[in-house]
């Protein structure tokens, strides 16, 4: 078991505990009845984290209100929170009520932001599921749901009062998802700490495994790098971009691939393409490169552009990146595994558009 406090701004939360730790789902229902006493509870999961038995894990037999979405990225919009809403009406539920979020970044995102937007703002405890969530989604503050339009077009900064991670609960855990979801945890290492990139390049075939201490391990190390940058730029004002790595490239990717490709499947192949401008720009090597590409290939995600996704509409979607400056977003990138390249203290740098546009074509 292993235990970690993120400070976020006082007139939120104050600060909260992350846990960490193997097939303790069973023990963490008593640990937020100590927390938070006995007021309200709302549990929020998706049809199959319910089915893989975890919710019958969590509360065993107790009388709780759950809400069980339909799983996927189509049940993260408005219809379904405001069913989410109402059903917490009808449970006469109160201002003092927890909002406890089982499941991956799809039930985190929306429960969070249930738990943000209901009576103006009750608590959220976080028990994250999959790969993507236990490294990223359930820790940072970010809630909201997607418009038919575009991705988190409703959202709030909502910090969570307690996150647990029983890294037992990904046993279950669809392989591809379970793979995407780990590339999360190549680019903190890349941006952030060497040495946990080597700890993954040397414990690939256990990750893959699932091993649970190894597990742990790479869990404590996101939940410990993501913590930091978000204590220090809550709202993403400059260093917490840096989490972008790989994303700019990555989203345009997704985005094109028509949701084909999974997030961290197209953050791979994004992670590739910030290293390729690196190598144009000086600031790496291909040696680097390579050790980089052999991690996300042991991995088994995709690591090349797939071929029917042309470069104007790669590049027409990347202008509407929805962090651009008339029409053309900066790049996280780095100039060593673990540390990012800073230009006058920005975080993310001006890359020329016809350099994106030949690393695009050679990606
Ligand atoms: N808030 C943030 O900071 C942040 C960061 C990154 C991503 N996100 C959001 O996270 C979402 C993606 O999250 P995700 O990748 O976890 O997807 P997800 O929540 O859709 O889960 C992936 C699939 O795995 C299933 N599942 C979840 N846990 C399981 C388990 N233990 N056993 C068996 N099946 C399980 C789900 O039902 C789903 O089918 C996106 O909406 C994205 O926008 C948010
Ligand atoms: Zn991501």
């Known amino acids: 078991m292993q235990e970690l406090t993120v400070k976020v701004p006082a007139e ?67 219809n379904t929170l405001v069913s989410i809403i109402e059903a917490m009406e009808n449970a006469y539920l109160a201002r003092d009520t927890v909002v406890i979020a089982l499941g991956g970044g799809v039930v985190g995102d929306i429960a969070g932001f249930a738990a943000a937007v209901f009576k103006r703002g009750v608590k959220v405890v976080q028990i994250p599921t999959t790969t993507l969530a236990q490294a990223d989604s359930a820790i940072g503050g970010k809630t909201g749901v997607d418009s038919s339009l575009s991705k988190n077009a409703f959202g709030a900064f909502w910090h969570p009062s307690a996150v647990y991670i029983d890294v037992a609960t990904l046993k279950t855990l669809d392989d591809r998802q379970y793979r995407a ?20 390049e040397s414990n690939l075939d ?16 996101n939940c410990r ?26 989203h345009a990717i997704e985005w094109g691939s028509g949701f084909e490709l999974l997030h961290g499947e197209a953050v791979a192949i ?28 042991e991995l088994g995600v995709p690591v090349k552009k797939p071929a029917n996704i042309s470069k104007s509409i790669l590049i027409d979607i990347i202008r509407r990146d929805k962090k651009s400056i008339n029409k053309w977003p900066r790049f996280v990138l780095i100039d060593r595994i673990g540390n990012v390249h800073r230009r006058e203290g920005q975080w993310a740098v001006e890359v020329k558009q016809d350099m994106v546009e030949k690393v695009l074509g050679k990606l």
Do not use: C
């Open 12 to 78: 939120k939360a104050g600060e909260y505990r992350i846990e960490i730790g193997t097939d303790i789902l069973g023990s963490v229902w008593a640990k937020i009845e100590s927390q938070f006493g006995s007021v309200g509870k709302f549990v929020i999961t998706d049809a199959n984290v319910a089915k893989a038995g975890h919710l019958d894990k969590l509360f065993s037999g107790r009388d709780i209100p759950i809400y069980v979405i339909s799983p996927g990225e189509s049940s993260k919009n408005m």
């Open 206 to 221: 256990a990750i893959l495994r699932r091993q649970a201490d190894i597990l742990e391990q790479v869990a404590y190390q």
């Open 270 to 297: 994004g992670i590739i393409a910030a290293g390729m401008i690196e190598i144009e720009m000086g600031l790496g090597d291909s040696k680097r490169l390579e050790r980089v590409r052999k991690v996300l290939g």
């Open 181 to 200: 979801g780990l590339v999360e945890s190549v680019k903190h290492a890349l941006v952030a700490d060497e040495k946990f990139f080597e700890f993954l």
């Open 225 to 250: 790098i993501k913590a930091q940058v978000v204590e220090a730029d809550p709202t993403e004002k400059n260093r917490r971009r840096m989490l972008n790595y790989g994303h700019t490239i990555g």
